[in-house]
């Protein structure tokens, strides 16, 4: 797994996340025997059954394997494979492979943090966009390449960021009509 270098504030207040269940949390637990040297696998099956890691299902797992609250949200902030926010309605996932990386994409990524108000691996206040970076998708020939939800945009710049959020909004705004 891959260290994280994203900043582990979530920007999704508590009050918008959604509902914990536990329930699931415990079978996965149970699967793993409730075995401490398996935590790491734990957290990942956990993220899979609910989308990320909501802070009462760290609690939880905390008080079921003793292990320090501390130390748990220092695996889940270690790793870039760990979110501890729910994944936005829609997602923007920015390759920063090497590709990608020397034709712009980090300033690609930095212009996607500025407008939405979100750091990479968080997700907006509204829960309605998430930001990712990702290595290398393969598709190197037409980077800086940023994935929105299923698709491919290739040849990304800073100007076309703009363009691809109000395409969405307006998208939203229909669908609210
Ligand atoms: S480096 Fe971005 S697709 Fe390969």
Not at 96 to 110: W, Y
């Amino acid at each position: 797994m891959a260290p994280s270098n994203a900043s582990s504030a979530s920007t999704v207040e508590e009050s918008t996340m959604p509902e914990t269940d536990l329930s699931a949390v415990n079978d996965i637990l149970e699967q793993h025997e409730y075995d401490q040297t398996e935590l790491i696998a734990i957290l990942l099956n956990v993220q899979d059954a609910l989308g990320f890691l909501p802070p009462p299902a760290l609690t939880h797992i905390s008080e079921q394997l003793s292990v320090p609250l501390t130390e748990i949200y220092g695996i889940a902030t270690f790793y870039t494979q760990f979110r501890l926010t729910p994944p936005g309605r829609h997602k923007f996932t920015v390759c920063t492979g090497t590709a990608c990386h020397v034709r712009g994409a980090v300033q690609v990524v930095e212009e996607f943090e500025r407008r939405l108000c979100i750091c990479s691996g968080e997700t907006t206040p509204d829960l309605e966009y998430g930001l990712e970076t990702v290595n290398c998708v393969g598709a190197c020939a037409i980077g800086p390449l940023v994935i929105v939800d299923d698709e491919y945009h290739g040849e990304m710049t800073t100007m076309k960021v703009p363009i691809l959020l109000r395409r969405l909004e307006r998208a939203r705004a229909e669908v609210s009509e």
